[in-house]
């Protein structure tokens, strides 16, 4: 069983299992929820250790392209030099971040429709699977699928280019 350390996403995490639980089977016995809540709840926790780690990949791939005092940055939108990062802060550094990022840009705008949606809205809207399938008109299941293709597809499109995540 995995713990979660973060007890704000703990809260979240457990407040989602039991939305689950109630929407999904609300219309089963009680003496079914405890063993039905467990199974909501580590699959829950699963998909936030999931996401975590699909999350921290892109974030450490596009914060070494970004300033680091600037939360609102959008990688995507500026280039800029960060002093220690590792492209150092230099006209060619500069040059091969605009590089990368455009190689990126590129990459997800050849993603099919779906899957670029869906990736963008997960990592750069930074919505849960909830929403991001609300906001797509699709089930849960949907979207993590979509999600985990444009995530393939990025890393072996860069891959190919010579860009290591």
Known sequence: MFAVRNEESALDIVQDSMMKLAEKYGDRP???????????LQNTI???????????LWTTLL???????DEDHDPLETISGETGSNVPNTPHGQFEQAQVLAMIE???ELLPGRQREAFLLRYWEDM???????????????????CSRANHALAAALKAKGVTL
């Not at 009680?30 to 909501?40: C, D, G, K, S, V």
């Not at 991001?132 to 979207?143: D, F, H, I, Q």
């Open 30 to 40: 009680p003496t079914e929820l405890p063993m039905l809540f467990q199974r909501i």
């Open 46 to 56: 699963r998909d936030y250790y999931r996401r975590s780690k699909v999350r921290s």
């Open 63 to 69: 914060s070494a392209l970004s300033p680091g005092d």
């Open 106 to 108: 590129k990459e997800i």
């Open 128 to 146: 849960d699977v909830a929403e991001t399938a609300t906001v797509m008109g699709c089930s849960e299941g949907s979207v993590k699928t979509h």
